[in-house]
């Protein structure tokens, strides 16, 4: 066991995803992170604070809770301590979020609190640095000495106990960390058999100098406030059952876009799929296309005209499309999605192209 740096934590903007409360000289106050770290199995501040992350983009608690507790026992697997069972663990974070929830919306109604509530506020605030214990009851019976000692000391004010690797991620698909495999093309070929890019273009392209769009300073202005929620959408559409390997590869491309993170495919040295048809019935692929062109922009010769051009196609794709693209098999969701589009069209759009 040895010493670590403290939880890497993310900050969150203001807003409705805020996780940042306050009354008088009280507070209830709550960091978002966009990943758990550290050298100790994870606290109830760490727990709460991914929780809100991920519910600023999923808005399901079922699924969130259920994201929340594999990125937990992730830790408790690297330490070898048994967990409880999948779905009394995931109770337990969504009651300690509905708990969260109303203290928060208590302190939103702007009335006095009572007595018994600044008591519960001064509580929950005071247990953030706590350990968030999902341990089997019977856990300690089968740990070695080692690891006896270090879950006992999690349990004990102050935590001093650390554990190296145990933050570890392993090959796969996970929130902060996301192994990206292409999947077997399972769904009918298209009828589009050749790709528009010609290969000897694409074998002439330097992959490891891409350049993310966000790198762009008048993109960067218009997709800086929503990067971080663009990002968790992208990441938790990865972690579901996406069969088509396009899919993903569109996913992955808005990444990359932003800046962020994405491993190398584990059947491939490459970061980027070949160039493959681009279906005329789906824009879909023909987002693909625009995105990967613009990554490697330098690479290409274009004019000023056209590039300007391809940046607000781009910009569409990963500030709207994208999120529209996913939403469309939920015939439940779609008028409010197309309501939400129209207006976003009407009232937002002029950061991307004011004319």
């Known amino acids: 066991?040895?010493?670590?740096?403290?939880?890497?934590?993310?900050?969150?903007?203001?807003?409705?995803?805020?996780?940042?409360?306050?009354?008088?000289?009280?507070?209830?106050?709550?960091?978002?992170?966009?990943?758990?770290?550290?050298?100790?199995?994870?606290?109830?501040?760490?727990?709460?604070?991914?929780?809100?992350?991920?519910?600023?983009?999923?808005?399901?608690?079922?699924?969130?809770?259920?994201?929340?507790?594999?990125?937990?026992?992730?830790?408790?697997?690297?330490?070898?301590?048994?967990?409880?069972?999948?779905?009394?663990?995931?109770?337990?974070?969504?009651?300690?979020?509905?708990?969260?929830?109303?203290?928060?919306?208590?302190?939103?109604?702007?009335?006095?609190?009572?007595?018994?509530?600044?008591?519960?506020?001064?509580?929950?605030?005071?247990?953030?640095?706590?350990?968030?214990?999902?341990?089997?009851?019977?856990?300690?019976?089968?740990?070695?000495?080692?690891?006896?000692?270090?879950?006992?000391?999690?349990?004990?004010?102050?935590?001093?106990?650390?554990?190296?690797?145990?933050?570890?991620?392993?090959?796969?698909?996970?929130?902060?960390?996301?192994?990206?495999?292409?999947?077997?093309?399972?769904?009918?070929?298209?009828?589009?058999?050749?790709?528009?890019?010609?290969?000897?273009?694409?074998a002439a392209i330097d992959e490891s100098k891409y350049q993310p769009g966000i790198m762009v300073a008048s993109l960067s202005k218009s997709l800086k406030p929503i990067k971080q929620e663009i990002e968790a959408f992208a990441y938790i559409q990865m972690r579901k059952d996406i069969c088509r390997s396009d899919y993903r590869e569109f996913l992955e491309l808005v990444l990359l876009f932003l800046g962020a993170h994405v491993d190398r495919r584990k059947e491939s040295t490459n970061l980027f799929h070949l160039p493959g048809p681009d279906h005329h019935a789906r824009w879909m692929s023909k987002a693909i296309y625009a995105l990967k062109i613009f990554l490697f922009r330098d690479q290409f010769q274009m004019t000023a005209s056209e590039q300007f051009g391809l940046e607000h196609v781009c910009s569409f794709i990963v500030k709207y499309y994208v999120k529209l693209w996913f939403g469309s098999p939920s015939a439940a969701k779609a008028p409010v999605q197309d309501l939400n589009f129209l207006k976003a069209m009407i009232n937002d759009y002029k950061t991307v192209n004011e004319n």
């Open 1 to 202: 066991m040895s010493s670590k740096s403290s939880s890497k934590k993310t900050s969150s903007s203001s807003g409705s995803g805020s996780g940042s409360v306050r009354f008088r000289s009280q507070s209830l106050t709550v960091e978002e992170i966009s990943e758990i770290n550290g050298p100790k199995l994870p606290s109830n501040g760490q727990v709460i604070g991914y929780f809100l992350f991920l519910h600023r983009t999923e808005r399901d608690i079922q699924t969130v809770a259920k994201l929340v507790f594999h990125e937990v026992k992730r830790f408790y697997d690297n330490a070898q301590i048994r967990v409880r069972d999948e779905r009394n663990s995931i109770k337990r974070i969504k009651s300690f979020y509905y708990k969260y929830h109303e203290l928060k919306k208590g302190i939103d109604r702007n009335r006095p609190l009572s007595s018994k509530t600044k008591t519960d506020i001064r509580n929950f605030s005071s247990t953030q640095d706590d350990f968030f214990d999902i341990s089997h009851n019977d856990a300690l019976d089968t740990l070695d000495d080692k690891t006896k000692q270090f879950l006992l000391s999690q349990r004990l004010p102050g935590r001093e106990g650390t554990m190296d690797n145990i933050s570890e991620r392993h090959p796969g698909p996970s929130f902060g960390n996301l192994s990206v495999v292409r999947e077997e093309e399972v769904l009918k070929k298209t009828t589009e058999k050749e790709s528009p890019l010609p290969s000897e273009i694409w």
